[in-house]
């Protein structure tokens, strides 16, 4: 029984690039949540998503970043136009629907250069 | 607002115990969890405590809450240097779970 995947585990891109996050959530889950972790700090929230829908995404900057769950597929994340402090490691975390205990991804890692 | 506080720091020998301590603020929380996190690595569900419950108790570890103070502690009896890590404290009152900032537990041989 898989847990929760991320691809890629490592990710560079210059700025001004555009960079995508992959999730796949454990099998039978169909709630994804998106964490960031800037170095040397906690989890911030940043997104929840059921299938095809955006559920809560108060923690998401306003502008450049994107997320979707679509039907079929992984969850995307998706940053434009990165800047060198989007750097941090993203995680993906998913929970059965109407359960609050969430397991995580082994985390996507962005390099802004 | 909802905040979860933990001590940045903590130094233990090998075999001592380690006690970490966490406070949150949102009295409507339904569980509080610990996650641990290896270097370069995801969080891992360690345990977690449903808010009606004082203890829980899951071989070396022993979460106890104190709902009235909202102050959630994890002990580690008998810490090994494969211990080492940061730990997480977390809360949810729904969907969506607040976390600590960590605390980096250090063993030393």
């Known amino acids: 029984n898989a847990g929760v995947m991320q691809n890629p585990r490592h990710l560079v891109r210059r700025r001004g690039q555009e960079a995508r996050l992959r999730c796949s959530p454990m099998k039978g889950h169909s709630h994804v949540y998106w964490y960031r972790q800037l170095p040397e700090e906690g989890l911030k929230f940043m997104v929840y998503l059921q299938k095809e829908n955006i559920i809560d995404e108060s923690g998401m900057p306003k502008e450049r970043f994107s997320a979707e769950f679509p039907k079929e597929g992984p969850s995307i994340l998706r940053i434009q136009q990165v800047v060198r402090g989007d750097s941090a490691a993203y995680f993906c975390?998913?929970?059965?629907?109407?359960?609050?205990?969430?397991?995580f991804g082994p985390g996507t890692r962005l390099t802004v250069l | 607002g909802e905040d979860v506080e933990q001590s940045l720091f903590l130094s233990v020998r090998e075999g001592d115990s380690s006690v970490i301590n966490c406070t949150y603020t949102?009295?409507?929380?339904?569980?509080l969890y610990w996650y641990k996190q290896e270097p370069g690595a995801g969080l891992q569900l360690l345990t977690y405590i449903f808010s009606n419950m004082d203890m829980k108790q899951d071989q070396r570890l022993t979460v106890l809450l104190n709902k009235k103070d909202k102050h959630l502690s994890l002990r580690i009896a008998d810490t090994q240097t494969g211990d080492s890590a940061i730990y997480f404290c977390a809360e949810t009152g729904g969907f969506k779970t607040i976390f600590g900032a960590g605390t980096r537990l250090f063993v030393k041989a």
């Open positions: 949102d009295s409507s929380s339904t569980y």
């Open positions: 975390a998913s929970s059965l629907a109407g359960t609050d205990t969430q397991y």
